[in-house]
T-cell receptor, first 115, second 116 residues
Framework: DTGVSQDPRHKITKRGQNVTFRCDPI?????LYWYRQTLGQGPEFLTY????????KSRLLSDRFSAERPKGSFSTLEIQRTEQGDSAMYLC?????????????FGSGTQLSVL | AQSVTQLGSHVSVSEGALVLLRCNYS??????LFWYVQYPNQGLQLLLK??????LVKGINGFEAEFKKSETSFHLTKPSAHMSDAAEYFC??????????????FGKGTLLTVNP
């Protein structure tokens, strides 16, 4: 169990630029989640994949955001035309199984700063 | 819709003292409840969870929490604080069986400081 890996750890970008983050879940995990955490707040749900299918997207995920999970393995989260309000920690988590109470394993996150 | 309220954004205790972190939730369906801990520069780690059954739940590192439906609470306790417990703690709720149980709603977190 190598844990959930996220890359990069930190990203600084200028407003209007596009950014892409990567998440590598624990290898046998079929569920993958993206959350966003801003300063002083708890994580907020963004989207959820079961295998390669994106099953739910939060209203927080505007049209500028897109997430993919090709082949049900790693996932990418892209933000187009970044805005200062996008500055946050982006967290990825994964879990295994169909059970309703399986444990989520979180990565250390990607800290995005939009200047 | 679900929500979580954590009373106290910052709690400070002395080493060896009781730790009590408060969490109240709102849910229109029977909830699943969780406590996660976040150490600096690390990912969130599950401490304990309540789904069904026994309302007193024991977790890792000596922590426990009790689900009280009548009070809509899920407070986290530890009898004796250790310096290594210093971290940020998040309470979370999800819809239980039959609902969107994969989606967690988190509280704002409580930063625990342990003084020597």
């Amino acid at each position: 169990d190598t844990g959930v890996s996220q890359d990069p750890r930190h990203k600084i970008t200028k407003r209007g630029q596009n950014v892409t983050f990567r998440c590598d879940p624990i290898s046998e995990h079929n569920r993958l989640y993206w959350y966003r955490q801003t300063l002083g707040q708890g994580p907020e749900f963004l989207t959820y994949f079961q295998n390669e299918a994106q099953l739910e997207k939060s209203r927080l995920l505007s049209d500028r955001f897109s997430a993919e999970r090709p082949k049900g393995s790693f996932s990418t989260l892209e933000i187009q035309r970044t805005e200062q309000g996008d500055s946050a920690m982006y967290l990825c988590a994964s879990s295994f199984g169909q059970a309703t109470n399986e444990k989520l394993f979180f990565g250390s996150g990607t800290q995005l700063s939009v200047l | 819709a679900q929500s979580v309220t954590q009373l106290g954004s910052h709690v400070s205790v002395s080493e060896g003292a009781l730790v009590l972190l408060r969490c109240n939730y709102s849910s229109s369906v029977p909830p699943y409840l969780f406590w996660y801990v976040q150490y600096p520069n690390q990912g969130l780690q599950l401490l304990l969870k309540y789904t069904t059954g026994a309302t007193l739940v024991k977790g890792i590192n000596g922590f426990e929490a009790e689900f009280k439906k009548s009070e809509t609470s899920f407070h986290l306790t530890k009898p004796s604080a250790h310096m290594s417990d210093a971290a940020e703690y998040f309470c979370a709720v999800s819809e239980g069986s039959g609902g969107s149980n994969y989606k967690l709603t988190f509280g704002k977190g409580t930063l625990l400081t342990v003084n020597p």
